[in-house]
């Protein structure tokens, strides 16, 4: 089956710095990606839509140049939380919909748990 | 406004009861899929829906997707311990582009 990489699966980060999330299509294209925000015991929340080649669309809210979004293939997304403070601290998600499977191909990375300390 | 409202948000319950989890909007869906998430890891797909009125069966699990593709339901039979987990409904309204967005969820916890 689909198979969507992500790395690292836990990150600690001193506030300040900046942080990269790797999503990794590993079997198929992707030219669309998300990304979400999830908190203990809730939903996850949708943050950025990632376009191969093209900006990525954000949701209301959400600071496009505190969470910087790359996708610069059609297996790779990499979102970026610059300057980040404890209040950034969550678990990030991303997922990857299959070029070939557009209204029902979407596979889940593993999650990332970022603190910041 | 929660475009999917998902229904109960909390479930605790028995080992050997049943239970039905809902999943409801006022959007047209192409497709309906459900999930379940376990701490600290992404979702993982139980099913897809995408013909309304459509039913599919997992094992214990049946899940259901409304005639006007508006609304699905998740019910398990005989539930077990096993079987506790975050139940994640999600879609992707016609007009959006394929934008998924997830209801919710719904904490289940079944005891022995």
């Known amino acids: 089956g689909a198979v969507v990489s992500q790395h690292p699966s836990r990150v600690i980060c001193k506030s300040g710095t900046s942080v990269k999330i790797e999503c990794r299509s590993l079997d198929f294209q992707a030219t669309t990606m998300f990304w979400y925000r999830q908190f203990p015991k809730q939903s996850l929340m949708l943050m950025a839509t990632?376009?191969?080649?093209?900006?990525?669309?954000?949701e209301q809210g959400v600071e496009k140049d505190k969470f910087l979004i790359n996708h610069a293939s059609l297996t790779l997304s990499t979102l970026t939380v610059t300057s980040a403070h404890p209040e950034d601290s969550s678990f990030y998600i991303c997922?990857?919909?299959?070029?070939?499977?557009?209204?029902?191909?979407?596979?889940f990375g593993s999650g990332t748990r970022l603190t910041v300390v | 406004t929660q475009l999917l409202e998902q229904s109960p948000q909390f479930l605790s319950i028995q080992e050997g009861e049943n239970l039905t989890v809902y999943c409801n909007s006022s959007?047209?869906?192409?497709?309906l899929q459900w999930y379940r998430q376990e701490p600290g890891e992404g979702p993982v797909l139980l099913v897809t829906v995408v013909t309304g009125g459509e039913v599919k069966k997992l094992k214990r699990l049946t899940f259901q997707f409304g005639d006007a593709r508006k609304d699905s339901s998740l019910h398990i039979t005989a539930a077990q311990p096993g079987d506790t987990g975050l139940y994640l409904c999600a879609g992707a309204p016609v007009t959006s582009y394929g934008k998924l967005t997830f209801g919710q969820g719904t904490i289940l916890t079944v005891h022995p």
């Open positions: 959007s047209v869906f192409s497709s």
């Open positions: 997922s990857a919909r299959d070029d070939r499977k557009t209204n029902y191909g979407y596979t």
């Open positions: 990632s376009n191969e080649g093209s900006k990525a669309t954000y």
